[in-house]
């Protein structure tokens, strides 16, 4: 070093910078005052750089002999002549990155990464689904049927119930899951099946009150069965969680009108899944039933009655004849579009087209024991 | 102002750089040049009115207004000797002569001004970049990502060092010395924290109000409703404790800052007059600004010795009167607007078939659909953007103006001349940068921030250096546990 190189010496007394003259060696450290004071002599192997040369424009030294001092360096020189002095000095050196390379790979490194835990915030739940402990299931959907059925009279004259046990039993050994599927009726007047997670389903009595016959019944039965098959309700939950969870990790979770937006999002892309999951209930539901040999005509029958109902219910409500606005009857869930849980009714009623043949589902002694559920 | 050029050159008249400072040269009582053409450069002059009300201890450091003449003789010219005649004191009761060795009680005496140095206004310097900072921040998300979230602590702490470390003050860096796994710890201890009085509250209620309370509500509620009665008190403890945190690690000089108080008795003011405004219709909104800042900025400490603030709410209780009315004027206007527009739509609407047909097309959107509802969000907001906020911003600005040039520290005094529609930039501009990035432009929020922050805050007078020490102690071990739970900003 040929002329002396200048650095700020702070006492760590008293709020004064000291501007003062460097001069390293390998042994030591030598910092002075203008006026020939020596403030610092730090063996150079003691020396700690306590910055950082990523995010700190200037190089900090301490060293324990002199607690609470430390010596500020943004001289570049100064910094690369201690840097080479090595040891714990490397790091005073004052390297700064090339912003746009750095920027670019960064980014890059980036978008990969959201892409690829959104796609696998999409895709795992259907992998993971079926390997949640079923304890954890059973427990989640007992909560659900709480918290869901708490106010409702249970329905549970065994005749009833075991005509309706009969039927699932039939229809879960058909299929690949490999548990006992629960069923519990509730009287509710709504037309209304569901199935919860643990290979729960739950039955309003309104479906097996307004329903014409066994087939319509056990057409939704298989249908929630299919649910249940393929896991639905806890890949639902799961594609939920992790969309909420890549969000927030990606926005920081800091702003509320960006949680806001992004959750909008994230209920779309549930809805799209839902009704994606009922079409492959629906399939399930025919495939079950042609396998256990049984009349399958009843998922479209009832589909026609839920279009049925719907329009009288909007000719009472609105006053206004259908027919009258439009030629083609009305369908709350086609019109509800993609802020629907399900796909349009009569989409669904021409896929799940069947031929009145098969044996039937229940006797005419088991349906009339399960219309007397609830009695 | 407050440009968002990514270059950190900073060319103002008065900045401070590095080392090449020229050695503050003393200067008389007078205000520093005004060099023509340089708007933002000129200080703002404290005045005694309008929102610049002085703090007390400002007249020990007082800078005239640049039309104010200076009293005859004064200053004098460099090298004078001639001293000035100044009236003699009055004798005080009961003194019949002045004390032995003093000119006798009335008499004129020579009187030469002791040697009182002020330096002009200084303001702190911030040379960080955006690129930089861009880059800090992208690979602290990257790491957030790929460790599920636990890297956060350390990002922020790296993003603060970057922050901290490229704002100048007198020529100094200031230094961030957090670390990382104090947050990650303290984070821990929240939830921990957390749980412990969930648990215990909960533990009663099964105890003591299982036949009555418990049978009502679902254990799942009351955790729920417990979370929202303790969050909001809770919220403003994890902030005061957040700021002790980030307070306690910052060093300037060497020396540590630090903040004392209690989080908790801040909690309880923040709480108090909370509901007490929430229940007066917002109208003792000052007095609650005030209040806060005031127990923020009176436990403020740098090395061993306090801030000082004097600020009181009457003082901006006309500004805020006039906000209050105009606001309620504001939106009677922006609601008498919207309702103009959806009568001059009216046609429109009938001619597509009406809300059910508009409804429908909601519900099935063509990408037209999609972009004609960006757009009349854009318009809402635009219009609430336009007519609203500036109000708003007109307050604040004047707050914020008033609650620093009430602050002192020693002998050193603060102004800001932060306008109306900076403010504006700064609540709503940054507010739109976030939304419309999805949270990717934060990083361009914090370097504006740290601009406006580093051209509006003036700083009159300098450190007495020797009146200052070391503070004692290290604060606290581990950092910002509840904040975090409630509020996870990047900074």
């Known amino acids: ?375 | 102002m407050n440009d968002d050029s990514a270059s950190g050159a900073d060319k103002r008249p008065d900045s401070v750089t590095g080392s090449s400072a020229p050695a503050a040269a003393p200067q008389w009582l007078t205000p520093a040049p005004a060099e023509p053409g340089q708007g933002p450069a000129v200080p703002p002059v404290p005045r005694d009115h309008g929102g610049y009300a002085h703090s007390q201890g400002f007249s020990r450091n007082y800078v005239p207004p640049a039309g104010h003449a200076p009293p005859p003789g004064y200053p004098p010219p460099a090298g004078a000797t001639q001293p000035y005649a100044q009236l003699g004191y009055a004798a005080p009761g009961g003194y019949a002569a002045a004390p032995p060795g003093y000119p006798p009680y009335g008499a004129p005496v020579a009187y030469a001004p002791p040697p009182i140095h002020v330096n002009p206004p200084v303001r702190l310097t911030y040379d960080g970049k955006l690129g930089e900072l861009y880059l800090v921040y992208l690979r602290s998300l990257l790491l957030t990502l790929v460790t599920l979230g636990v890297y956060r602590f350390w990002g922020r702490t790296r993003v603060r060092r970057y922050l901290w470390s490229h704002f100048q003050a007198f020529g100094d860096r200031f230094e961030y010395r957090g670390r990382g796994i104090e947050l990650f710890l303290g984070f821990l201890a929240g939830v921990g924290f957390l749980m412990v009085v969930g648990g215990i509250v909960l533990g009663a209620l099964w105890l003591f109000a299982r036949e009555t309370v418990l049978q009502e509500v679902d254990a799942g509620d009351a955790a729920t409703w417990l979370l929202l009665l303790a969050g909001y008190p809770l919220l403003a403890v994890g902030r005061y404790a957040g700021l002790r945190y980030k307070l306690t690690r910052t060093r300037w000089r060497g020396i540590r800052s630090g903040l004392d108080g209690s989080a908790w008795k801040f909690g309880g003011i923040s709480v108090g007059l909370g509901l007490l405004n929430a229940m007066s219709a917002q109208l003792v909104t000052p007095i609650l600004d005030v209040a806060l800042a005031k127990y923020r900025l009176k436990n403020l400490t740098f090395g061993t010795v306090r801030f000082g603030f004097a600020g009181q709410a009457g003082d901006i209780y006309g500004r805020f009167i006039g906000f209050y009315f105009l606001n309620i004027m504001a939106w009677i206007v922006l609601v008498v607007i919207i309702v103009m527009i959806i009568g001059g739509l009216s046609a429109v609407i009938d001619r597509f078939g009406g809300w059910e047909a508009i409804g429908d097309k909601i519900a099935h959107p063509t990408p037209l659909v999609i972009v004609i509802m960006i757009l009349v969000a854009l318009a809402v907001y635009s219009l609430i953007g336009l007519v609203i906020l500036p109000l708003r911003c007109w307050y604040q600005a004047y707050l914020l103006r008033y609650l620093i040039s009430r602050t002192w520290f020693g002998r050193m005094q603060f102004v800001s001349g932060v306008t109306t529609g900076q403010m504006w930039g700064f609540i709503v501009l940054n507010w739109i940068i976030l939304v419309f990035t999805f949270g990717i432009g934060w990083p361009w929020v914090l370097h504006r921030t740290a601009r406006l922050i580093a051209d509006q805050l003036w700083i009159y007078g300098e450190v007495d250096a020797l009146a200052v020490a070391q503070a004692l102690g290290q604060g606290p071990a581990i950092g910002e546990g509840l904040l975090d739970l409630f509020d996870t900003g990047i900074v």
């Open chain 1, 1 to 375: 070093m040929t002329s002396p190189m200048t650095a700020r010496f702070y006492d760590g007394l008293h709020p004064v910078a000291h501007i003062v003259s460097v001069k390293a060696t390998p042994a030591e450290l030598v910092a002075t005052m203008p006026d020939g004071r020596v403030v610092v002599r730090w063996p150079t192997a003691e020396i700690e750089v306590v910055s950082d040369a990523e995010h700190e424009p200037h190089a900090l030294l301490v060293c324990a002999r002199q607690p609470g001092t430390r010596l500020s360096i943004e001289d570049d020189a100064l910094r690369q002549a201690l840097a080479d002095l090595g040891g714990s000095l490397a790091r005073a050196t004052g390297r700064r990155p090339r912003i746009a390379p750095a920027l670019g790979g960064v980014a890059a490194a980036l978008a990969i990464t959201v892409g690829v835990m959104a796609f696998a915030a999409e895709k795992l739940p259907n992998v993971v689904a079926p390997f949640v402990p079923y304890v954890w299931q059973r427990s989640l959907g007992d909560s659900v049927v709480t918290a869901m059925t708490s106010d409702m009279r249970k329905c549970t004259r065994p005749e009833g119930q075991q005509a309706l046990q009969t039927l699932i039993d039939r229809l879960q050994d058909a299929s690949s899951y490999r548990r006992r599927i629960d069923v519990s009726v509730v009287q509710n007047p709504i037309v209304n099946a569901f199935a919860v997670p643990g290979g729960r389903l739950i039955v309003f009595s309104g479906l097996i009150d307004k329903a014409s016959g066994p087939e319509e019944v056990a057409g939704v039965i298989a249908h929630e069965v299919g649910h249940v098959v393929h896991h639905h309700s806890m890949k639902g939950l799961l594609r939920a969680y992790g969309f909420d969870m890549v969000l927030k990790l990606v926005t920081g979770g800091y702003s509320s009108d960006v949680a806001t937006l992004g959750g909008a999002g994230g209920v779309l892309l549930a809805l799209r899944h839902s009704r994606d999951a009922e079409r492959e209930a629906d399939q399930t539901a025919l495939e079950l039933m042609d396998k256990v040999g049984m009349r399958a005509d009843g998922l479209s029958t009832f589909f026609g009655k839920l279009l049925e109902m719907q329009n009288k219910q909007a000719s009472g409500d609105k006053g206004k004849a259908p027919g009258s606005g439009s030629t083609k009857p009305r369908d709350a869930a086609e019109e509800a579009g993609i802020l629907s849980t399900h796909p349009p009714t009569r989409e669904r009623l021409e896929a799940t087209k069947r031929p009145p043949t098969g044996a039937p589902a229940l006797s005419a002694q088991e349906w009339q024991a399960l219309r007397a559920i609830c009695r």
